[in-house]
């Protein structure tokens, strides 16, 4: 191996790249070489994003306003190598609860985005380059207030599966990535929540999280999450498409039934 940093000379784009597994996969993209183009909703947390960065370029916006993302790329004055879309958190309520209206926001997010995202970006995406798509892993159980996030779940990989079919003749690749039990601010959130929900601790939570986990760890690392992210837009992944990576220590196949 000659040491050279993996993404050196390549652009890479995150939506979504100003928190979360969006700004720490910038920031091993960063690590390693890359020029960054950063998007986020919230303009604070994105000038706080690009000071620590140093990104080519930003823009402050809601990618799921679907014509002002084709601006975005539209105006891109230079080609890129690869996208990486993250999203909001998924909507879970139980069927007397559910929010029609939240719903097709999450489609908008989970499902309309990425297709939109491989759309625009066909054209500026060099050959060799890829689109990266994120999900969770919380829809793949049944159990109350899952019923919609388990549609959005399994859809997403059937998603990936034709872009990459459709991507394939301009040479560039799609992947999809998910995980859960990260330790984020999101996730952290959830936790507390389902332990107020059950009337227990969140200590007492986050041990059962463990437990339904093959390797017994947790809350996993946001880095670890970029890990597979940034692994999808490396050169070791250039016969990689259309393929699904799973990072939660097995928690998904620990779950009771």
């Known amino acids: 191996m000659s040491g050279k940093p993996e993404l050196a000379g390549q652009t890479v784009v995150v939506i979504g790249g100003s928190s979360g597994i969006g700004l720490e996969t910038a920031r091993l993209a960063r690590a390693e070489g890359a020029d960054l183009i950063l998007t986020a909703r919230d303009p604070d947390r994105l000038r706080r994003a690009t000071s620590e960065l140093g990104a080519l370029s930003t823009a402050a916006f ?7 993302l084709g601006r975005f790329f539209d105006d891109l004055p230079w080609p890129i ?18 929010d029609v209206e939240a719903a097709r926001r999450d489609v908008d997010a989970h499902l309309l985005l990425p297709l939109q995202v491989a759309r625009n970006a066909a054209s500026k995406v060099r050959p060799g380059g890829s689109l990266i798509f994120m999900g969770g892993t919380g829809g793949r159980r ?4 899952l019923a919609f ?6 859809g997403l990989p059937a998603l990936t599966r034709n872009l990459a079919l459709e991507l394939a003749p301009s040479g560039i690749r799609a992947n999809y990535f998910n995980a859960d ?26 041990e059962e999280y463990r437990k339904r986990n093959l390797l017994g760890v947790g809350p996993i690392p946001p880095e670890a999450v970029a890990e597979a992210a ?4 490396s050169d070791r992944s250039r016969y990689t498409t259309g393929s699904v990576i799973t990072v939660d220590g097995g928690l998904r196949d620990a779950m009771p039934r």
């Open 181 to 206: 039990f990260i330790d984020t601010p999101m996730m952290r959130k959830m936790i507390q929540d389902r332990a107020a929900a059950k009337g227990i601790s969140t200590e007492a939570q986050v």
């Open 230 to 233: 940034l692994f999808l837009a």
């Open 149 to 154: 996030i388990s549609a959005l779940t399994a």
């Open 62 to 68: 809601d990618a799921t306003d679907f014509e002002r």
């Open 142 to 145: 049944t159990a109350p207030g």
């Open 81 to 98: 190598d690869h996208v990486l879309v993250t999203g909001p958190g998924p909507y879970y309520a139980p069927l007397a609860e559910f």
